[in-house]
């Protein structure tokens, strides 16, 4: 057990625990930070998807020792209100069916357009591989990720 | 216009006050926090509720609370369900807050999902519950204002009395309503006067979904709570031998394990109580890092499974289903398959004499299909949470049948119904998976043993590798044609491990003179369970790629010949007990027709078309493919659908694409395999998932417009797809994919 200080949401929050222990526990077991999901555990499915100073990242293998100062952004953190441009999309394209992998998408989403306002087909693509919808919402994903890059 | 006797279920329909499940309900915090906060725009949460009935109450001012009564599992009834209700109602939809109701079998009927059956066997009392409530609003208004029932009227949430202009909110006259009678006959609307039904509204849970609120039984949190997990044996035909805990025990937040086992040997089980392994590991521990890394140290001993069997029971006969020792293999089954496929097999429908017709034949086409074992793959993985003391049990988790569910545990821990309480959380996905709940029965032993609040989580791995998978089937198909090119006899020889896809009365099944339809199944100790549109899954994949095949044979349009197929079966049907509607399921062919008439195939462009009939609703589709250096792209999916009544359509087109995404993701992709009873694939490196590249770049759905009750509509877009991606392969590369996954793990067409 160790302890670590972290930046979460905008927040400095203190956990006591084992450091290999990945982002994804710490969030969803000590910090009750429900919304970022478990999935694989193997950065296969991106069901964990968060931000760490701003770029996408799969909290199953990141341990919390590995985070030092950086800035980690969830689902939770994400905007003030839901009203973040692609959970406003999100909600416009009414894209969730059981919405379990729906917080994943989101956060890779919206790393996407922070880097590239405009993504092409391809560019969408390519930064939304690594997350799986098994309900198919792909192509309101990607329709909604449109809109919130044009919002 | 339509009355409706309420008689029917009527305990729905008192005010019940024992809708609370035992008073447990309250004392639930994760359900507080994710229960709904009014968003209208002028109302607030009103002060005081009334409650009519057990599916709504009304607040004094106005704002209507409507409980869904069955679990959502992403098929977004927890939208529809309650705007079926709102119609009859006559509210506005935007003073209407959705609850998910609580498992409540004495008000709710039917309050599981499956088979696409939700709206379709909901669609009377979700009316009749908001009708017969909108009648004791007349009332208690009619009594008020001293003025004849009959001259009440209501609009929007509003009642009216034209003749003397008096008015009020439902809000004002809620507390009178709830001590009206429940009226003997109600009237329900007319179809035109539908406002609600049939236009779009936005899922009632989508905002908390965007913004990550704790909605899903794996983020379900209580003071106090342990973290568990189970060890299995690695393999099918393996079983507990001896547990060395010895160093697992003494690792950092670890409670405690031991040896659980899921039933008891005599146990007489119910259908959905099929369970791979009977004896499990329990890992307890303080959190959910802490007890994965002593499950890695946990040395667990295993030995071979002797030959067993257990019975179940199935609607009110019981059957005996075998286990079979040995570990068994992919290979084997194949070879297995291929033995049975030729042996002796079970006659389930034949009409007029198919072995003569074949040996007149001008022409006889033979074809073989087959499709993988196919793991469920909920993004949530299956979980459970459970605090058993001596006198109750609460539950709260993502299930598909918990009224079922409940007796089971009620068998299993020797308590009665009254003192358990199972709470519905939202499903990270279901496909049937979540229908066979015996993870809820290990989540109460977990908790029983240690004396704590337990959730129970299954790893990844340990949900694609302990069973319950959609069986592997195969299926040879042959036709005839005479000189002419007319389909004179059809022949279905299906089967698999351990069941047969096979419905004998299915198309094209009355619409041929000699038809002969045959199936066979081979016992196996890997377990299998409903798995989204089970059996037509398979079957109408390898229906209608032959169909495809034999129309090619014939020198016709696949559409053209489907069509004239189904006129034989509606003007001159073959045999009594043909299990679809002729003319709709040529309807959906021929608005198919209209639309892609509207858009001809491109240059380099193929199209492939199926069509099929299950869950009570028919659907035909094309598929527009292009291939490059053997990398196909999916262009389009036109789909047409008759589903009857669509309740909420934006939403209804969300779920077909879905379906439809789901379908070729698992005929090109998915596949469970097995090496010496080993499952495989443990994970999503090694178990492919469609991903949003290959999923279609478009997808249109498009309802056939009718007044019919509502089918089902969850299933029957996954199924024929299949066929249509199966024909479009073929357009594209000139070679016929009868063995699913078409692609597997390659990248490319071979
Ligand atoms: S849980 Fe991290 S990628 Fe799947
Ligand atoms: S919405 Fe269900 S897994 Fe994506």
Aim: proline residues 5%; hydrophobic residues 40%; aromatic residues 8%.
């Amino acid at each position: 057990m160790a302890n670590f200080n972290l930046n979460i949401n905008g927040k400095k929050l203190q956990v006591d625990v084992d450091p290999t222990t990945p982002m994804l526990w710490v969030l969803r077991d000590h910090l009750n930070l429900v919304g970022t999901k478990y999935g694989c555990g193997i950065a296969q499915c991106g069901a964990c998807t968060i931000h760490l100073d701003g770029a996408a990242m799969r909290s199953c293998q990141l341990p919390v020792s590995a985070v030092g100062e950086q800035a980690i952004t969830t689902i939770e953190g994400l905007s003030e209100n839901g009203d973040h441009p692609v959970q406003k999309a999100w909600v416009e394209h009414d894209v969730p069916q059981c919405g379990y992998c729906q917080a994943g998408q989101i956060m890779s989403a919206a790393a996407l357009l922070k880097n590239n306002a405009d993504p092409s087909d391809a560019e969408i693509d390519a930064a939304m591989n690594g997350n799986i919808c098994r309900c198919g919402t792909y192509l309101r994903i990607k329709a909604a990720i449109k809109t919130a890059a044009n919002g | 216009m339509t009355f409706i006797k309420t008689t029917h279920n009527r305990r729905s329909f008192l005010r019940s006050t024992a809708l609370a499940g035992g008073g447990m309900l309250l004392g639930f915090n994760f359900f507080a926090a994710c229960r709904p906060e009014s968003e209208s725009a002028e109302l607030s949460m009103p002060e005081e509720w009334s409650e009519i009935n057990a599916y709504l109450k009304i607040g004094e001012n106005g704002l209507v609370t409507i409980m869904s009564p069955n679990p959502e599992g992403g098929q977004n009834i927890k939208t529809s369900m309650p705007m079926i209700v709102a119609e009859e109602l006559d509210v506005d939809w935007k003073n209407v807050i959705v609850e998910q109701a609580p498992l409540n079998t004495d008000a709710f009927t039917r309050q599981f999902i499956g088979g696409s059956q939700a709206i379709r066997r909901g669609w009377e009392s979700l009316r009749t519950a908001g009708a017969s409530a909108r009648y004791m609003l007349r009332a208690a208004a009619a009594e008020a204002w001293n003025v004849p029932v009959g001259e009440v009227s209501t609009e929007a949430g509003v009642l009216h009395h034209r003749a003397s202009g008096k008015s009020a909110g439902y809000g004002e006259m809620a507390a009178a309503a709830a001590a009206i009678p429940v009226p003997e006959e109600v009237e329900l609307k007319e179809r035109k006067d539908f406002r609600i039904i049939g236009t779009s509204r936005k899922n009632v849970d989508g905002k908390k979904i965007v913004t990550g609120q704790p909605l899903f039984g794996i983020d379900y949190q209580r003071e106090g709570m342990l973290i568990a997990m189970i060890t299995h044996p690695p393999a099918f035909g393996m079983k507990l031998s001896a547990i060395d805990d010895s160093e697992a025990r003494t690792m950092p937040g670890i409670r405690d394990i031991f040896p659980i086992k899921t039933f008891k040997e005599d146990y007489a089980r119910q259908y959905f109580d099929t369970c791979t392994f009977m004896d499990l590991v329990a890992i307890v521990g303080d959190s959910t890092w802490e007890v994965m890394q002593a499950k890695k140290a946990l040395k667990v001993e295993w030995e071979p499974i002797a030959d067993s069997s257990y019975t179940r029971s199935r609607g009110d006969s019981q059957e005996v289903i075998p286990i079979p020792a040995g570990l068994e293999n992919t290979d084997d089954h194949h070879a297995k398959m291929a033995e049975m496929a030729s042996g002796t097999v079970n006659v389930r429908r034949k009409d007029g004499d198919p072995e003569a017709a074949f040996k007149n034949a001008a022409k006889v086409i033979e074809r073989t299909y087959s499709a993988p074992f196919l793991a469920h793959n909920c993004m949530e993985p299956m979980n459970f949470f459970a605090h058993v003391t001596a006198d109750k049990a609460e539950l709260a988790g993502p299930l598909q049948k918990p009224e079922y569910t409940e007796k089971t545990l009620s068998e299993r821990i020797g308590m009665p119904l009254e003192n358990i309480d199972i709470q519905m959380t939202r499903l990270g996905g279901g496909y049937g998976r979540r229908s066979y709940a015996h993870w809820l029965v290990e989540a109460a032993l977990i908790s029983q043993k240690v004396e704590a609040p337990v959730k129970l989580i299954y790893t990844r791995e340990d949900d694609m590798t302990s069973g319950i998978y959609r069986p592997t089937y195969q299926a040879t198909y042959r036709a005839a044609l005479d000189a002419d090119n007319k389909l004179i006899a059809f022949h279905v020889r299906a089967g698999g491990i351990p069941e047969s896809p096979l419905y004998p009365d299915r198309f094209p099944a009355g619409a041929v003179d000699h038809y002969l339809a045959e199936d066979w199944s081979i016992d196996s100790n890997i377990t299998v369970g409903s798995f989204r549109a089970p059996r037509s899954n398979f079957i109408a994949g390898a229906e209608q790629s032959f169909l495809d095949e034999v129309a090619e044979a014939a020198g016709k349009d696949p559409i053209e010949f489907r069509l004239e197929l189904l006129e034989r079966a509606q003007t001159d049907p073959v045999g009594e007990r043909n299990d679809y509607e002729a003319d709709r399921y040529a309807g959906v062919l021929e608005l198919l027709r209209d639309k892609l008439a509207a858009a001809p195939e491109q240059p380099d462009v193929h199209r492939g078309v199926a069509a099929y009939f299950c869950h009570n609703s028919y659907a035909a589709q094309a598929l527009d493919i292009t291939v490059e250096n053997g990398k196909p792209t999916i262009q389009k999916v036109c789909s047409a659908v008759d589903c009857g009544i669509v309740v909420n359509p934006d939403a209804a087109v969300n779920m077909g694409e879905g379906a439809i995404v789901d379908g070729i993701g698992c005929a090109m992709y998915g596949a469970q395999t097995f090496k010496d009873g080993v499952a495989e694939k443990n994970n999503f490196d090694s178990y492919r998932m469609i991903r949003m590249a290959e999923a279609p770049k478009e997808i249109d759905v498009h309802f056939v417009e009718n007044d019919i009750d509502p089918t089902g509509l969850g299933e029957p877009l996954f199924p024929p797809v299949i066929g249509a991606l199966a024909n479009a392969l073929y357009r594209a590369t000139g070679k016929r994919h009868y063995q699913q996954p078409f692609l597997g793990a390659e990248q490319v067409l071979g």
